[in-house]
């Protein structure tokens, strides 16, 4: 690589979004990254933190089911102490968190400390973080969850699977296929 060339930094979900893009969005997802707003990236990262927290916590404490309910209500409620845009992330976290205590509750993971990986072709480097490492039936899994927003189309849920293997693997974990998965929890 030359002294000229710049190296690309992309996470796993916006090399996704980029894949799936039609030429004049893959320009702007590229220019998002690139010229990323001073604390656009960390509020990206931290918009779900609330349901990730909680999350964590229930599978980590073993909490009982009715715990994740308490816990949206919990959130909820603060919402009602703030204002602007605040509001709506704490409403979406406590939506996010009651979805995922009628679909998960039930089932016991093993929370395994975070990991992080970054995975480097040429002058591209993608960082590639899952939102829950969990060991389910002794079965070590690497989970990227959609929390909100609009779905993900297949390829990009391929792209964002297939990254979390490759990092993992690359990193020594030695996973099978089946250990990368991603949750669409609306």
Same mark, same amino acid.
């Given at each position: 690589m030359s002294a000229q060339q !710049?190296?690309? !930094?992309?996470?796993?979900?916006?090399? %996704?979004?980029?894949? /799936?893009?039609? =030429?004049?969005?893959?320009?702007? /997802?590229? @220019? #998002?990254?690139?010229?990323a707003a001073g604390d656009e990236p960390f509020a990206m990262r931290t918009y779900y933190r609330e349901v990730k927290d909680r999350i964590r916590s229930f599978h980590? #404490?073993?909490? =009982? %089911? #009715?715990?994740? *309910? *308490?816990q949206a209500a919990l959130v909820l409620a603060s919402s009602r102490?703030?204002? +602007?845009?605040?509001? *709506?992330?704490?409403?979406?976290? %406590?939506?996010?968190?009651? *979805?995922? @205590?009628?679909l998960f509750s039930g089932r016991r993971f093993e929370v395994l400390d975070p990991c992080r990986f970054r995975l480097t072709y040429f002058d591209v480097s993608i960082s590639v973080v899952p #939102?829950?490492?969990?060991? @389910?039936?002794?079965? /070590? !899994?690497?989970?990227? /969850?959609?929390? +909100?927003?609009?779905?993900e189309k297949e390829q990009g849920i391929r792209v964002m699977t297939q990254c979390l293997l490759e990092a993992a693997n690359a990193a020594g974990?030695?996973?099978p296929h089946t250990s990368a998965i991603y949750l669409d929890l609306p």
């Open positions: !710049k190296i690309i !930094k992309l996470t796993a979900r916006g090399l %996704a979004k980029y894949i /799936v893009a039609s =030429p004049a969005t893959q320009r702007r /997802v590229l @220019e #998002d990254f690139k010229y980590r #404490d073993a909490h =009982p %089911a #009715d715990w994740l *309910q *308490q102490e703030e204002t +602007g845009k605040t509001v *709506q992330r704490l409403e979406q976290n %406590a939506r996010a968190i009651r *979805q995922y @205590e009628q #939102d829950l490492h969990i060991r @389910e039936d002794n079965k /070590v !899994k690497l989970l990227k /969850v959609q929390f +909100g927003g609009p779905a974990y030695g996973l």
